[in-house]
Nanobody, 122 residues
Framework: QVQLVESGGGLVQAGGSLRLTCAAS????????MGWFRQGPGTEREFVAA??????YYADSVKGRFTISRDNAKNTVYLQMNSLKPEDTAVYYC?????????????????WGQGTQVTVSS
């Protein structure tokens, strides 16, 4: 059974930074692309970033501010978030991509973490 556990969320002022961590257990971590999504109050879950290991993908809203990385030896994926804005406030989820297709759609991911809250104050 695959489990994904996020950590690192919190309250930060606008312009600040946070690093989210997603620890995976079960399955063969290095064989799968991994992604980060977020869901704000009253909004749908949206794509933030993903990595296949060789290639990274970002939503336009976070490009240049967020960086996704992974450490296959530790079964961990990270999301470094800099220059945070109030509109980045959301619950952030990591997920495992299980099939071909777009990195941007939730339907191509099968396992999800429980989420970690990120709140950016103005």
């Amino acid at each position: 059974q695959v489990q994904l556990v996020e950590s690192g969320g919190g309250l930060v002022q606008a312009g600040g930074s946070l690093r989210l961590t997603c620890a995976a257990s079960g399955g063969t971590f290095s064989s799968y692309a991994m992604g980060w999504f977020r869901q704000g109050p009253g909004t749908e879950r949206e794509f933030v970033a993903a990595t296949s290991g060789r290639t990274t993908y970002y939503a336009d809203s976070v490009k240049g501010r967020f960086t996704i990385s992974r450490d296959n030896a530790k079964n961990t994926v990270y999301l470094q978030m800099n220059s945070l804005k109030p509109e980045d406030t959301a619950v952030y989820y990591c997920a495992r991509k299980f099939t071909t297709g777009s990195y941007y759609y939730t339907s191509t991911y099968d396992y999800w973490g429980q989420g970690t809250q990120v709140t950016v104050s103005s």
